[in-house]
């Protein structure tokens, strides 16, 4: 199958790269792209060294499949051309994700919508991503009424620049520019992404409406505040869940502990509970300190970590790919 994936020079392109590799994804012919700077760079994949092309030779290439990261802007622009010849996108921006004509997939909830005439699919925002892959199980047996989540989202979700600047403050340099309005390191970040006139975050926005359109379901309430701190592991969140139907703490474990793609770390005796470091290069969205809120009825709180490079972007957009290919798709 040949796969193009544009942005390869960058973080998330990296990580596609590393990914399809991990999962053996049948790829015969690679193709990295990205844009006129990086054309004639070279990239690796599988031990051998591949050289970036421009959008246009991409598309002259004739790739099945395209696994875009190259940011929104650039989706709009290109994702409709590669789609028109025939080459289905499987898009990591957040430009698509909200176009009532385009899909937004995680795989383990809803692979199976996807039909060969969706040529353009959307990749959902990283922090929604591991919500919503745990959410989905206990949707399905209690009915997620409302949640209240705050993040706590590595600086990896910002891109190289965003670890660059952590690093030189950690190290005292002030050679590098700031991607951020204040100091990072030592410091915590209530401010993802711009604010909006209803004094929310587009970043706590796209948790609150993605989760609606990934779960199919417009009845779930979701309240976010969405937190930057100086990590690189992955993402964490505090979640509280309240559901219309009452539940045992033990069964709503062992759930989760079946779930394809959920590990449960749930050991609080033993300080056994999911932290970014041990979430870092892992698939898996990692869940633990599954407890009832004390204060009303029908509602727990845990706790979810991610890597955000991995399933909240790379491995995501991977499997969209493995579902299309499986049935067919691409």
Known sequence: MK?????ATGLVGGEILKVLAERNFPVTELIPVASERSVGKQVEFKGKQYTVVGFDDAI???????????????????????????????DNSSAWRMDETKKLVVPEINAHTLTAE???????????IQMVVVLNPLHKKYKVKRVVVSTY????????AAVDQL?????????????????????????????????????????????????????????ATTVRIPTIGGHSESVNIEFENDFDVEE???????????????????????????AHGKDEVFVGRIRRDLTQPNTVNMWIVADNLRKGAATNAVQICEALAKNGLI
């Open 252 to 278: 709503m474990k062992r759930i989760l502990a079946t779930e394809e793609g959920i590990i449960l770390q749930d050991d609080p005796k033993n300080a056994i509970y999911p932290m970014p470091i041990n």
């Open 167 to 223: 690093f030189a403050e950690r190290e005292g340099r002030t050679d590098v520019p700031s991607v951020y309005p204040h100091k990072i390191d030592l410091n915590v970040l209530p401010h993802i992404d711009v604010f909006l006139d209803n004094g929310y975050t587009k970043e706590e926005m796209k948790m609150v409406n993605e989760t609606k359109k990934i779960m199919m379901d417009d009845s779930i309430q979701v309240t």
């Open 118 to 128: 969706d040529k353009i699919i959307a990749n959902p925002n990283c922090s929604t």
């Open 60 to 90: 002259t290439m004739k790739p099945n499949v395209a696994i875009f990261s190259a940011g929104g802007v650039t989706s709009l622009e290109l994702a409709p051309k590669f789609a028109a010849a025939g080459i289905t996108v499987v």
């Open 153 to 160: 989202q590595s600086v990896t979700g910002t891109g190289k």
């Open 3 to 7: 796969v193009a994936v544009v942005g």
